[in-house]
């Protein structure tokens, strides 16, 4: 197993200047983070290892009612996140003379070393990756190649594009991040949303994240393939997409493919039926990043299987970075050759577990914050959080049921006895049984007066329709099944009916509050029928 701190990444970070009083400022980790921290451990607030961890982190820049810190590494980025953020704001409003409201975190992971070239008190204008990790066989770090008669070994992955976007000088506050996915513009089949700064880091899930992360700095060395499990909802694909959208970010030639299991098999087929091989190894073959969601799903699929296999060695041999997802680690992996499951195994394995409450805590803030949700206390949210700890889906689906109610009774704060009450059958008792697809369609069809059948049939008239996109919806939400699995249960539909389903469900229920009534009635209905096992 690699050390723990070999996992964190040379991660570049766009510089970022503040301006102050119209000015342009920027500071030394001295000019008041120093002193935060020695108050925060004057008063007992900081550990010793965590504060020798945060020394190494440096104050950039502060304005009117925000403080900006570069710090080496994703791991103490998360412990600011999940520990220290209350405290250092209050001791930073406390020194500074003013209230910090908003505090602004970049990885910088150079300040480990720092370049004798910095001088004290510049910004440096360009924070560029200059020591990718070492991997762990001594083998030297891929370097930018300044001889143009020896060309890079990867040469679709050139330096990485880190120089800073526009003039930040004229802003009298601190602008949004500009999302990395914005500048895509190729069929990768990456989400625009799912990016590393919009993933919620804890202590269940940092290691993943800086390994993540790591792969994309060093591709193809130490971790290839990083192969990331663990149970439904808990952030596989975000980081897999995150991966995918940070390599274009770093490195915009490079070729970037995002793939669930199903598409890869369906792609298989399709070659097959059509004699068109080598279009489909053109488009598995001929890339930097290969990621690939829920392998699992490939059990008992043979041939499918035997084409990834090729694949993989491809790939592998050529350096390229493999990166794969799953919810059990490959020596669990049902019908799957050995020397599949070896192959596996020459990376890095490791796995995401459940949020604790602090985690899901923040889960919830960001969430709320990236689509403005509104209209529940404080106290809601560590409701939410305490009551659902397995499955961020179902974490975030508690959420934006609580701001429906909100948006559709007028507008008004739902309190917590209130929230209580809308959620109370959405928090599973003890003595229920497993709630399963054919439970939800049961309950679906009976509560519109129809058949099993007919929701189970192509019929396309409206009533039908939107009886089984309601049932998809809930099986999304009531289950911890992928959108393939989910697929399957409705007699073998393609995973994008089932994510245009749920996207049209969660969007009715926000407008129209008969549509929200009959989803609680429902998941009543299920809950009840759960319980009388």
Known sequence: MPSFRQIFSRRSERCVNLVASGTSTSYEAGDFLSPALDELRESGKISDFDLVLLRQSKALAHNEDAAVLAVPGTMVKGIIDTKYTPDLKAAFSKILGKTINNLVITVDEGLVKQNPATTPGATPKNIGITSPLTSPNGMAPRENNPNPENPNPNPSLTTPNTTPTGNLANHATIPAPIPASMQIDRNTGLNPMYTFESFVIGSSNSFTAAAAESVVVSPAQAYNPLFIYGGSGLGKTHLLHAIGNYALELYPQAKVRYVSSEEFTNDFINAIATQTFPELQAKYR????????????????????????????????????????????????????????????????????????????????????????????????????????????????????????????????????????????????????????????????????????????????????????????????????????????????????????????????????????????????IRRAAVRG
Request: proline letters at 2%; aromatic letters at 6%; hydrophobic letters at 35%.
């Open 286 to 525: 001929e890339v930097d990043f290969l990621l690939i969601d829920d392998i699992q799903f490939l059990q008992g699929k043979e041939q499918t299987l035997e084409e990834f296999f090729h694949t993989f060695n491809t790939l592998h041999t050529a350096r390229k970075q493999v990166v794969i997802t799953s919810d059990v680690p490959p020596k669990e992996l049902k019908s799957f050759e050995e020397r599949i499951k070896s192959r596996l195994e020459w990376g890095l394995l490791t796995d995401i577990q459940p949020p604790n409450l602090e985690t899901r805590i923040a889960i919830l803030r960001r969430k709320s914050a990236q689509e403005n949700l509104q209209g529940y206390d404080d106290a809601v949210l560590e409701y939410i959080a305490s009551n659902i700890s397995s499955n961020i889906r179902e974490l975030e689906g508690a959420l934006l049921r609580v701001t429906a109610y909100a948006a559709l009774s007028g507008g008004g704060s739902v309190s917590l006895d209130t929230a209580k009450e809308i959620l109370r059958d959405f928090i599973t008792g003890r003595n229920t049984r497993d709630i399963t697809p054919q439970m939800i369609i049961e309950q679906t069809a009976q509560y519109f007066g129809l058949e099993v059948d007919e929701i189970m049939s192509t019929d396309r008239s409206r009533t039908v329709v939107n009886s089984r996109q309601v049932a998809m919806y809930l099986c999304r939400e009531l289950t911890e099944l992928s959108l393939p699995k989910v697929g399957e249960a409705f007699g073998g539909r393609d995973h994008t009916t089932v994510m245009h389903a749920v996207k049209k469900i969660e969007k009715t229920i926000n407008e129209d509050s008969q549509t929200y009534q009959s989803i609680t009635e429902i998941t009543n209905q």
